[in-house]
């Protein structure tokens, strides 16, 4: 009963839209103030996560997850493949290898990578990617080619192009039957993949090298599996993950994540000195009423709660609004895609957003204790009142 009427009490001193304007005003600024700072702050990281997540599900798609390299190229692949059979968190194997050269077609020339794959794991792949063509009937002098090579070439699936490399460098005729989009453009713009045998009897005179690319059951687990593998395949290989070869490109977007995470955070907190403020003001307004309070029996901690009441009052309401605002521009930019973005820049026509549920829990968290924090002064000063000091004033 007791906890009802301080409950009532704190709600009671927010104000009245007639009675007492100016405490009611600042109130709904307050609650406004995080309101908006909790909508940024889901939409910022919203937008981050999902371009973050769409970058690495591009760079996972067109990479092997781990990669064992030899020094260049290992030619004894397939007995260290049989090896790590062993490896339950292993998922596929395949076999690549890859070597700069020039592409040509009849009226351009351009510098890019070609890449022979051998596997299922890697024909499987691409068939997520495909853009034009059938690359089932991948074989001899047959070239998948990125879509950007595509249109910087000027061809489609079923034109011939001319592929020079080697030493000495020599031109080889291939027929492309297959057009694939990564959406990471110096990807796409850069590379052609035929078969590993294809490859091997173009640029290793036969000879059977290669190195092996690994897809595994959790890509997040990656280096652990790395560790692993590097106790089986021999001493001078080289074992990388999808992680290392990306750290620093990860590593920009955690940082400008975490700046934009500051930023925001700092509107939440001056929304929260707005609650401290504005309790201050209802202390000042409210020494009568405490004064009567505390006449009546009701001690100084039950006063001090009163107010971290008000104050957790106000950061619910600005919190739920804030949550009702991000969730609903987050469901609108889901939905309808109203946000086009140019597909050359970011491979990608709509502003991705991806939000969790564990972050939605955080910001509810960090608005909680920063008001909570807030209401603590003037719940003292309010505390602290005397009775006849309080009544005087008035």
């Not at 304007?21 to 600042?26: E, H, L, T, V």
């Not at 889901?334 to 939605?360: A, D, F, R, T």
Request: contains cysteine; proline residues 2%; glycine residues 10%.
């Amino acid at each position: 009963m007791l906890n009802k009427c301080l409950l009532f009490l704190a709600s009671r001193f927010i104000g009245k839209r007639h009675q007492e304007s100016f405490i009611y005003f600042s109130s709904i600024v307050s609650i406004v103030g995080i309101a908006l700072g909790v909508a940024s702050l889901m939409l910022v990281l919203g937008i981050m996560n999902g371009f973050s997540n769409d970058l690495k599900r591009k760079i996972v798609g067109a990479n092997p997850h781990i990669i064992i390299e030899g020094n260049p190229y290992l030619d004894s692949y397939r007995k260290i493949a049989e090896q790590l059979k062993s490896v339950p968190e292993i998922k596929r194997i395949g076999y690549f290898a890859q070597t700069q050269i020039i592409y040509k077609a009849s009226s351009y020339m351009m510098g890019g990578y070609l890449r022979g794959i051998d596997g299922e794991g890697e024909i499987s792949n691409l068939k997520k990617f495909l853009k034009q063509g059938n690359i089932g009937d991948l074989s001899e002098n047959g070239i998948i080619i990125g879509s950007e090579l595509a249109n910087e070439l000027g061809v489609n699936a079923g034109d011939t192009i001319y592929v020079i490399g080697g030493m000495p460098a020599r031109e080889f005729v291939c027929k492309i039957i297959g057009i694939v989009e990564y959406g990471i453009y110096n990807v796409d713009v850069s590379t052609g993949i035929i078969t590993l045998q294809d490859f091997q009897k173009k640029f290793f005179s036969g000879k059977e090298l290669a190195n092996i690319g690994i897809t595994v059951n959790d890509i997040y687990h990656c280096e652990k599996i790395a560790e692993k593998i590097a106790g089986i395949v021999p001493a001078d290989s080289k074992v990388s993950t999808w992680i290392k070869k990306n750290r620093i490109l990860f590593a920009a977007l955690a940082l400008e994540k975490k700046a934009m995470l500051l930023i925001l955070t700092v509107i939440i907190l001056v929304a929260s000195f707005n609650i401290a403020s504005s309790l201050m003001m209802t202390v000042y307004r409210k020494i009568r009423e405490i004064g009567v309070l505390k006449t009546l029996g009701m001690t100084k901690a039950q006063i001090r709660t009163v107010f971290l009441l008000q104050g957790f009052l106000l950061g619910l309401k600005g919190l739920a609004g804030g949550l009702v605002l991000g969730s609903a521009i987050i469901w609108i930019l889901k939905k309808y895609n109203i946000v086009k973005l140019p597909e050359y820049i970011y491979s990608i026509s709509y502003l991705p957003v991806e939000l969790s549920g564990m972050e939605v829990f955080m910001i509810c968290a960090s608005v909680f204790f920063m008001t909570i924090i807030a209401s603590v002064f003037p719940a003292y000063r309010a505390g602290n009142l005397e009775p006849a000091a309080a009544i005087r004033y008035e």
